[in-house]
């Protein structure tokens, strides 16, 4: 297993920016895709990003495309979110999440992860 911890979050105005990183542990970081998803209230656990191993690919949820990059630094073992030009409607629980599989924006593919870090965004 691999451990997943994500820092980061804070609470903003609309328009600011913020970086989220997820710092891993454990078996070797390389091996897993990595994703990051988010939790308002009253919505479900939803994709806001993914990218593969070598981050040779990266996908993101039609809603902050655009305005999230998401990347990864193997020889730190982290991954990183910048969210810039944010809205309220990003405020949520954001988690990192690590998939020894295909790279997918399901949440039954992803094997690890983290407790989560807040993002509130107000206007």
């Known amino acids: 297993q691999v451990q997943l911890v994500e820092s980061g979050g804070g609470l903003v105005q609309a328009g600011d920016s913020l970086r989220l990183s997820c710092s891993a542990s454990?078996?070797?970081?390389?091996?897993?895709?990595m994703g990051w998803f988010r939790h308002a209230p009253g919505n479900e656990r939803d994709i806001v990003a993914v990218v593969t191993k070598s981050a040779g690919y990266t996908a993101y949820a039609a809603s902050v495309k655009g305005r999230f990059t998401i990347s990864r630094d193997n020889a730190r073992n982290t991954v990183y979110l910048q969210m810039n030009s944010l809205k309220p409607e990003d405020t949520a629980i954001y988690y990192c999440?690590?998939?020894?599989?295909?790279?997918?924006?399901?949440?039954?593919?992803?094997?690890?992860w983290g407790q989560g870090t807040q993002v509130a965004v107000s206007s």
């Open positions: 999440a690590a998939a020894r599989g295909v790279v997918s924006s399901r949440r039954d593919r992803y094997d690890n």
């Open positions: 454990g078996r070797t970081f390389s091996d897993y895709n």
